[in-house]
């Protein structure tokens, strides 16, 4: 286990959350001294990394910084967001304070998924909806799968600033501006005709409790991550997304099979999800895909926008796969390689 902290805490860290690695690797060192923590960890029922266990614990810490119930870790935090950097031994203190302190509500968050609905992602489905429109103008239905509270399906309200292209709406409150390298984006604007999502425990930001585990997953020392989701959950406090409760595959397959209007792109996206989806689960979505897929025409095409973890854990690649009629599989690529809470994008393009 105090291994699993370790590599944990080292993968915070390359993500520039500083804070965020201290906290874990104070966790390797703390958790023995909470016993029912501990016991939980040590007899996890699946992979602790596929499952995000360490950072379910980094929520539930955090949540206690937010409501000043953990005053040791929220000054280390506090320090953190003012550039100053705490000591190993001072996290160590802070995290087993908060630990023992709190098992109850910290098993709590460990019993319940994560909920990181960074919108810094729709870069990347916003690069490849300009660039495939940029081929053939159409309108955009998206799909999402795992989407949280819905932020993302508010996509046409942000601004995007995509290396030197800029999106969406420039008065928005969010705007999502990335390191851009590699190519530029080819495309130019975008029409999202719908949106709407599914997710198993969906969050509703219209309740206090459901906005704030949204921000606990927000990490402290990424004041950018912060500012986009404060404006986000404003946005979606005006305009609701449209989320249902319910599985992925079985939602997918019926709405795919709602009769997809000419001159318009049906769009299934996905970011930072499948690692937590059941294999079994999986098989449903592509199957649903590929049946869709094989209906495909250029004027109604089908497309899959997938940003997540490569199978090695390595990085996070930005795919699609484009079903318009002219082969039944499909066609996929790989469109780019990026930061997993998209801080940057590493761009191929469509072709």
């Known amino acids: 286990m105090a291994l699993?902290?370790?590599?944990?805490?080292?993968?915070?860290?390359?993500l520039g959350a500083g804070h965020v690695a201290r906290v874990l690797k104070g966790c390797a060192r703390a958790i023995p001294l909470a016993p029912r923590i501990d016991d939980t960890i040590r007899h996890w029922p699946s992979d602790l990394a596929a499952s995000g266990l360490a950072f379910r614990l980094n929520a539930g810490l955090h949540m206690l910084v937010r409501s000043g119930r953990a005053p040791v870790l929220q000054n280390l935090a506090e320090r953190c967001e003012a550039g100053a950097t705490g000591a190993p031994i001072e996290y160590e203190i802070a995290?087993?304070?908060?630990l023992a302190g709190h098992e109850d509500e910290l098993l709590f968050w460990l019993s319940r998924p994560t909920q990181t609905n960074e919108v810094g992602r729709l870069a990347g489905l916003m690069g490849v909806l300009s660039e495939l429109d940029a081929h053939r103008p159409l309108g955009t239905e998206l799909l999402e799968l795992g989407a949280s509270a819905g932020l993302n399906l508010n996509l046409a309200r942000y601004a995007y600033d995509l290396g030197d292209k800029r999106m969406g709406d420039p008065a928005s409150p969010v705007r999502i501006a990335p390191a851009?390298?590699?190519?530029?984006?080819?495309?130019g604007p975008v029409?999202?005709?719908?949106?709407?999502?599914?997710?198993?425990?969906?969050l509703d930001v219209a309740r206090a409790d459901d906005r704030e585990r949204l921000y606990a997953y927000c990490w402290p020392g990424m004041p950018d991550r912060m500012t986009r989701l404060r404006g986000a959950i404003a946005i979606a406090g005006e305009f609701p997304p449209a989320v249902?409760?319910?599985?992925?595959?079985e939602w997918l397959q019926a709405q795919l099979a709602i009769p997809q209007p000419e001159g318009v792109r049906r769009v299934v996206f996905h970011s930072m999800v499948m690692q937590y989806v059941p294999q079994a689960e999986r098989k449903i979505v592509a199957q649903a895909l590929a049946d869709a897929g094989a209906q495909a025409t250029p004027d109604r095409p089908l497309a899959r926008v997938a940003l997540e973890w490569r199978e090695d854990r390595r990085e996070v690649e930005l795919c699609l796969t484009m079903w318009d009629g002219s082969t039944p599989e499909g066609h996929a690529r790989l469109v780019a390689t990026c930061h997993p809470y998209a801080e940057w994008f590493d761009w191929r393009g469509i072709t």
């Open 95 to 98: 995290v087993t304070e908060a």
């Open 180 to 187: 851009w390298r590699g190519q530029a984006v080819s495309g």
């Open 4 to 14: 699993y902290f370790a590599r944990e805490s080292a993968k915070a860290a390359s």
């Open 191 to 202: 029409s999202i005709l719908s949106a709407r999502g599914v997710d198993l425990a969906p």
């Open 244 to 249: 249902q409760r319910g599985s992925a595959g």
